[in-house]
T-cell receptor
Framework: GAGVSQSPSNKVTEKGKDVELRCDPISGHTALYWYRQSLGQGLEFLIYFQGNSAPDKSGLPSDRFSAERTGGSVSTLTIQRTQQEDSAVYLC???????????????FGDGTRLSIL | GDSVTQMEGPVTLSEEAFLTINCTYTATGYPSLFWYVQYPGEGLQLLLKATKADDKGSNKGFEATYRKETTSFHLEKGSVQVSDSAVYFCALSVNGGTSYGKLTFGQGTILTVHP
């Protein structure tokens, strides 16, 4: 079966533009997580979805960042008015049920490399 | 808050050498512990996990034991191969209550194995 799929794999955009990053989790996985991997900050949690709800948004760095999930499947992370410090690899992960409730491991996509000029 | 500290890298070894990558953690609850690996040009893959004290996770010749008394989860392999060259991340997930299992990662350790 297919793994977690993310698109685009690379995105280059100008400062101030909006970007949308997409994540297709493994079929049947109810939990979905977004992380960011950057040189200065390492791997950081951004947001968690259970179904279409986001009970934990504590990692979103500013109100320019938002995310949604529809149909309990695809998720989109949107960054508005991008800044150079937003340059990073954005990773999506999914698990069958939330890791915290079951110790189910998270399966990661290959990420979207975002570069802000 | 929760945190994970890994040994400073990069680590450079010759093939068949013994590998240890140290990992220690602090957690507000009772965490599950994980090692993830990122091969060049690829995404993060789960290498092994342990969910309670004294559990040993193992995979592909790698092992790590959950040591609650020392809050550690060191990664070991008896004989590394060139194909083990990658970045290794130690991570924890706190279970139960209002936690939803978000992973807290260490900073990563770059391993390079030479023939």
């Amino acid at each position: 079966g297919a793994g977690v799929s993310q698109s685009p794999s690379n995105k280059v955009t100008e400062k101030g533009k909006d970007v949308e990053l997409r994540c297709d989790p493994i079929s049947g996985h109810t939990a979905l997580y977004w992380y960011r991997q950057s040189l200065g900050q390492g791997l950081e949690f951004l947001i968690y979805f259970q179904g279409n709800s986001a009970p934990d948004k504590s990692g979103l760095p500013s109100d320019r960042f938002s995310a949604e999930r529809t149909g309990g499947s695809v998720s989109t992370l949107t960054i508005q008015r991008t800044q150079q410090e937003d340059s990073a690899v954005y990773l999506c992960a999914s698990s069958l049920v939330p890791t915290g409730l079951s110790n189910q491991p998270q399966h990661f996509g290959d990420g979207t490399r975002l570069s802000i000029l | 808050g929760d945190s994970v500290t890994q040994m400073e890298g990069p680590v450079t070894l010759s093939e068949e050498a013994f590998l240890t990558i140290n990992c220690t953690y602090t957690a507000t609850g009772y965490p599950s512990l994980f090692w993830y690996v990122q091969y060049p040009g690829e995404g993060l893959q789960l290498l092994l996990k342990a969910t309670k004290a004294d559990d040993k996770g193992s995979n592909k010749g790698f092992e790590a034991t959950y040591r609650k008394e020392t809050t550690s989860f060191h990664l070991e392999k008896g004989s590394v191969q060139v194909s083990d060259s990658a970045v290794y991340f130690c991570a924890l997930s706190v279970n139960g209550g209002t936690s939803y299992g978000k992973l807290t990662f260490g900073q990563g350790t770059i391993l390079t194995v030479h023939p």
